[in-house]
């Protein structure tokens, strides 16, 4: 038999074990999905060199893995019955309460940086009167019934002044410029002023248009400088709200001799334009394919009040025409200098095209993209015909 004290020491000393290993096992680190996940670092590409890294934790939906200038489809990680998530796209938030420019001011005209370019054009609109960087619809879209787009909107306020982008003479006013007759007011253009410039290009005269006008404020035969306010922003003709159809037209004054007016105006004081060629898998021209572009520095920062996103179309096949140079169909204008991100969604394939380009002050920057092929940069080959603008 065992004394009391002795019994009553084993006692003491067997729950001191029991406390003692209890203490070990819960001190044990057991990983879990929430401290064991694995870290996705961003690497930028050469262009990108000396940005800060962005590393992130993956998120609960299938990640695409490649590298961001592999210039191949990312391969989404996802079961064949499980729907595949593209990049949570936003609009820029304008700040509430606050109207600032969103451009700065033009280079002088004109402006052409290499032989090709043909930046003639001073804006029709004034960078202060203008607070969306982006316009609902761009050269080559598609609009009501089924329209090709031959110009580009510049949204704005209704009675926003509007000025001629070159010298010349004022050969319409008033309605009836698309079907040709002043007598038919109902014309999808409205109000319109068109202008016979007093220069050309490549021995062709060129022609601007000014569409949608609320008030015309010069007359029929007047000459006009760069500068001369031609009329008021309406929303006159077949809108949707008030702002400004402009057109460049070359050769003739016509509705199918238009070109992308973007590659006409000359940019913003340190900012760039960004030119594609999208090919689909048989080497023809890709119609109305979505285009997204993201800032990589805004990226890099992970700032979703600052993070900008652009989104163009492809041009549609009709009534539209290239630059005989770049051949272009996808054009993103007016975009401040510095590395961006090129996405190009194939949603019924499941992948998403990546690839990162370098938008440098008042030039072009160009790209290829055919289908299974992927991107090419560099600017196109060196046409045998001579581009000079005439004198």
Known sequence: ???????????????????????????????????????????????????????????????????????????????????????????????????????PPVYPIPWAPNPYDHFYFSRPIAADDIDRPFSNYGYGDVYFENVVHTGIDIPGEQGTPVYAAGPGKVIWTGYGYYRGSSNILNDPYG??????HSFGYQAQPLFTVYAHLEDITVRNGQYVQAGDQVGIMGETGHTTGPHLHFEVRIGEDNYFATRNPNLWLAPPQGWGLLIGQIRDGSGRLWEQQTIYLHSQLDARLQNTDQDQLWIARTYKNEAI???????????????????????????????????????????????????????????????????????
């Open 1 to 103: 038999m065992i004394p009391g004290r002795i019994r009553t020491l084993l006692i003491f000393l067997g729950i001191c074990w029991i406390v003692s290993a209890g203490c070990q096992t819960t001190g044990t680190l057991v990983p879990s999905p929430e401290t064991d996940s694995l870290v996705q670092d961003f690497t930028p590409s050469p262009s990108g060199a000396g940005q800060p890294t962005l590393s992130a934790s993956p998120s609960p939906s299938p990640v695409p893995s490649s590298t961001p200038d592999s210039g191949v489809p990312l391969e989404v990680k996802s079961s064949p019955t499980a729907a595949v998530e593209l990049p949570r796209l936003s609009f820029p938030t304008p700040t509430p309460g606050s109207r600032s420019p969103w451009r």
């Open 191 to 196: 109000k319109v002023v068109a202008i016979k």
């Open 321 to 391: 025409h290239s630059d005989p140079y770049y051949q272009e169909n996808l054009v993103f204008p007016d975009l401040p200098a510095g590395t961006y991100q090129i996405n190009i969604p194939m949603t019924e394939y499941g992948l998403v095209f990546t690839h990162q380009i370098e938008i440098f002050p008042g030039q072009v920057s160009y790209f290829q993209f055919q289908l299974w092929d992927g991107f090419k940069d560099g600017p196109p080959p060196t046409p045998t015909v001579n581009f000079s603008p005439a004198p």
